[in-house]
């Protein structure tokens, strides 16, 4: 293939233009080559402008057809500082290689790795530099800062500054910026219109006179100052935050708008073969029949390693043909998550939480089977349990995996006299509840949103719940049914002495506190899950966020069917005669 004459061709675009006052322009395509010729001008320097591009973002169709003209590739060790020679006609392989491809990966680690000296990539440096000149004391914007750190330190790989976007919205009105720089000079800005109408009249000012950008869409020349009337809307960039990372988005035509849905269906694929399962049921000999139809079939036709909990391991432990059952360590399950490929629950909901307990970070998939009284949060049916353990391991006839709802986690911290107490993060899976408990006063709890005062809670208590959490206490309370794959927090008052304290949903972005002030008439109380009840005495807090790990749960169907066949299963919701004909 590569005897084709048009088969291997190169497309790059320049990374540095200078032009002469008399109309010479030198394109560069390596830094190295660029740093060579500007040596040699020694006294020549005048009259030379220089303009950085940043890639084939700021380079033009052309010029890039233009590059493919001039370079013709005919045939295939590295050196630093040396460049290709951009005269020729024909290079070799290993100058390509060599002097162009390596030539890169250098100059790309050079702007990855930190610096032995002061353990700062080059980057940073130079962003450091502009906040020490610029003496930076209070905060900045991303964008203004960008444009400032591209203008005084010719570092173009910051953050698509706001230069960028008003270069691009300058050029598309016949208004071209250059950045100029003489070397022996600052740099300065100057701007050319040519042939500019405004209004459908005559050009207020000509393509000779001396013009300078003073801000804006202002223009200063010989003539006055010159308001350039744009025709397009001013570009917008969009920036999001998930509290764990950053991004920024450039808004096409100045049109916000929802390019998806914020939640889809999630579905659980395996690159390899699960190998060990977590076998959880109810405590004691309840259900150990069913268990050992599970393991069997795990062990002997899926060749799958079983785990079950201690407890349960005694009792398997006395039956005969079931030596190959293995356990853990109860008192340290921080690794548990690394040993087991996925969980299966029999029971009811009780067991899902206790799994969701014994996972203090990362949680492997959940299927549960509805063994209990209740069996919100299991969907699966026992009689069923090898055609659905099958689908999790091998996916189904149709598809080579299984939907899985990611069911959100709060992370609960509690402070004593403002100092966090040991031992004392865990993530819940349903809510938190603080509560007078058997005090006869109202409780007083005052509640934060990133340290700042919302409200304050007089009544029986308050319950932060998680979606999963939303049909159980939650609603009881008078709180809303929320979908668990909707991402927020419930905060319910539970019988607040006040008429106008209604429940509302927060963003998963909020960060609650609730105190106990010193003012309060009593202590309170504070739950996790229904469990781990402890008392809160004044000054007291907990602190409450999205934790980064949710509970996955293997679906009997998707998402949204299996979340209304449990309401109208479990809470008979809406459940009414129909009305007759007329």
């Known amino acids: 293939m590569l005897k084709v004459p048009s088969f291997l061709i190169e497309f790059i675009t320049p990374i540095v233009k200078a032009t002469h006052k008399n109309g010479t322009q030198l394109s560069f395509y390596t830094m190295p080559e660029y740093e060579s010729w500007k040596h040699n001008l020694t006294g020549n320097a005048s009259g030379w402008s220089i303009k950085y591009y940043k890639g084939l ?6 010029e890039g057809r233009e590059r493919e003209e001039e370079l013709a590739l005919g045939s295939l060790r590295s050196k ?7 005269m020729g006609k024909l290079i070799k392989y290993s100058d390509f290689v ?3 491809l390596i030539l890169f990966s250098m100059a790309d680690l050079q702007r990855s790795i930190p610096s032995m000296v002061d353990g700062l990539k080059p980057g940073q440096r130079k962003i450091l530099f502009c906040s020490l000149k610029r003496n930076f004391v209070k905060e900045a914007k991303v964008a203004q800062f960008s444009s400032y750190v591209s203008e005084h330190s010719a570092y173009h790989h910051v953050v698509n500054g706001l230069g960028k976007g008003e270069r691009s919205s300058l050029m598309k009105e016949n208004i071209s910026t250059i950045v100029t720089n003489n070397f022996d000079e600052h740099v300065t800005s100057k701007s050319v219109l040519k042939d500019h109408k405004i209004n459908g009249g005559a050009a207020l000012v000509s393509a000779s006179d001396d013009l300078a950008t003073i801000g804006g869409d202002m223009c200063a020349s010989a003539t006055g100052v010159v308001r350039v009337q744009s025709r397009r809307k001013a570009e917008m960039f969009l920036v999001r935050t998930d509290g764990f990372s950053c991004t920024r988005e450039k808004v096409t035509e100045s049109s916000l708008a929802f390019t998806h849905p914020s939640t889809q269906q999630q579905m659980l694929m395996w690159k390899s073969t699960p190998k060990t399962v977590l076998l959880l049921k109810k405590l004691g000999q309840e259900l150990m029949e069913q268990a050992k139809e599970v393991a069997s079939f795990l062990y002997y036709e899926e060749k799958m390693n ?3 909990e201690p407890d349960v391991h005694d009792i398997f432990a006395r039956i005969p043909g079931f030596g190959f059952i293995q356990t853990f360590y109860s008192q340290d399950t921080s690794d548990l998550h690394e040993r087991v490929d996925f969980v299966a629950c029999l029971g009811g909901d009780g067991v899902i939480l206790h799994a969701s307990n014994l996972f203090r970070d990362a949680v492997p998939p959940v299927v549960s089977f509805n063994l209990g009284s209740l069996g919100f949060l299991t969907s699966h049916t026992f009689d069923d349990y090898k055609q659905e353990l099958r689908q999790v391991i091998h996916g189904n006839n149709t598809v080579d995996g299984v939907y899985i ?9 509690i402070f004593r006299n403002g100092k966090a107490m040991p031992g004392k993060v865990f993530d819940v899976l349903i809510e938190v509840v603080v509560d007078r408990g058997s005090n006869p006063y109202l409780s007083k709890i005052e509640c934060y949103e990133h340290d700042r005062l919302i409200t304050k809670v007089q009544g029986d208590g308050v319950i932060v719940a998680t979606p999963t959490g939303s049909t159980a206490y939650s609603t009881a309370a008078g709180g809303s049914m929320v979908h668990p794959n909707v991402p ?3 905060f ?15 963003p998963d972005s909020a960060r609650l506190e609730m105190k106990i002030p010193n003012d309060a008439r009593s202590n309170a109380w504070v739950s996790f899950d229904g469990k781990r009840r402890q008392q809160l005495s004044r000054g007291d807090s907990v602190q409450i966020s999205i934790s980064q790990h949710p509970l996955p749960t293997v679906n009997k169907s998707d998402q949204t069917g299996d979340w209304f066949h ?6 008979n919701w809406n459940e009414r005669l129909d009305q007759k004909a007329l």
């Open 57 to 62: 973002g700021t380079s033009t169709s052309k």
């Open 98 to 100: 060599n002097k162009e």
């Open 566 to 571: 449990s309401l109208i299963r479990c809470l």
């Open 492 to 506: 319910t008052p539970i019988c607040p002495h006040s008429l106008s304290f209604r429940p509302v949903i927060l």
């Open 306 to 308: 079983v785990l079950v």
């Open 80 to 86: 630093p500082g040396t460049h290709l020679d951009q």
């Open 405 to 413: 709802t990611l069911r959100m986690r709060l992370r609960r911290e």
């Open 488 to 490: 927020c927090m419930l």
